[in-house]
């Protein structure tokens, strides 16, 4: 029964901190938006730019994956830069977030609104 009181007081000590912590999440949220992390494939004829926030930032083609006038293997290779840059970003912003925060999260956990 008094595992209920202890509860409702973490609570309370959260709600107190609340301005707080909207506050860094703000902040989390501006500096996700700095990190940036690149991704390439097809030994770099295909190379993905992502931020933090999992936004992709831009794409860029060789003159010579361009050549091969295959687009079946273009639309692999930018997949497959794409997903390693977003690796690499939600790698990077983990380490932003645990800086931040002092809590070092899981791979693949996300912080709400932390894409």
């Known amino acids: 029964m008094f595992e209920m009181f202890k509860g409702m007081g973490q609570m309370a000590n959260l709600l107190r901190n609340l301005p707080k912590l909207q506050e860094s999440m703000a902040e989390m949220q ?15 004829m295909v190379k993905a730019r992502v931020n933090g926030k999992l936004e992709v930032l831009g794409v860029t083609l060789t003159d010579e994956v ?10 692999d290779l930018i997949r497959a830069a794409v997903n390693q840059a977003m690796t690499r970003a ?21 912080l709400p609104g932390m894409g």
């Open 30 to 44: 501006q500096r996700l938006e700095q990190v940036t992390a690149e991704g390439d494939a097809g030994a770099g």
């Open 66 to 75: 361009l050549r091969l006038n295959d687009r079946e293997m273009l639309e």
């Open 90 to 110: 939600q790698q990077a912003a983990a380490e932003e977030t645990a800086k931040l925060t002092g809590i070092n999260l899981p791979p693949g956990m996300k």
